[in-house]
């Protein structure tokens, strides 16, 4: 396909970036809370077990988040169908791993508040990185769905 039948938005590339970067906070983030998970039974015997914890959130959602990105800036400089038909089924893929994620870190918080009466700084501090996997998640789903709303266009359009 030539490069003007296919109108691909050149700040498909951007949002691809922030993507990957969004991929790579989310999975560092998670390296963090399991450091932070290990730390807190070695030093303190008590264990505040989080939802992110348990279901690895921060590791499956990130791959999902960093192969929507790399779609996303590929279809943006190869414009291809074929790449155009992946990076909707990817980023469709991530928007979903990012509405379980926001589900999962909500019921957390839930639960957290429910549960504890005088939290030490190990569970403060693990609710604050819930809380930015919260903003990185928002973040991930409006950016998957803008990604797939333009390349749908662009499918639609040529």
Do not use: D
């Not at 989080?50 to 988040?65: D, G």
């Not at 996997?133 to 749908?152: D, N």
Request: with cysteine; glycine share 4%; hydrophobic share 55%.
């Amino acid at each position: 396909m030539s490069r003007r039948r296919l109108w691909i938005r050149e700040e498909t590339r951007l949002l691809g970036a922030i993507q990957i970067m969004t991929g790579l906070i989310v999975h560092f983030v998670g390296q963090l809370w399991t450091y932070l998970f290990t730390t807190q039974v070695i030093a303190f015997g008590k264990a505040y077990l989080p939802l992110v914890v348990i279901t690895r959130y921060a590791y499956w959602s990130s791959v999902c988040f960093l192969f929507s990105g790399v779609f996303a800036v590929l279809t943006e400089r190869m414009r291809s169908t074929f790449l155009m038909s992946y990076t909707m089924a990817v980023n469709i893929v991530s928007a979903c791993a990012a509405v379980i994620g926001l589900l999962i870190l909500s019921f957390e918080f839930i639960i957290y508040s429910l549960t504890t009466q005088a939290p030490i700084w190990p569970e403060r501090s693990g609710k604050i990185l819930s809380e930015y996997l919260f903003l990185f998640t928002i973040l991930e789903l409006f950016t998957a769905c803008t990604v797939a709303h333009w390349i749908y266009k662009a499918k639609h359009l040529r």
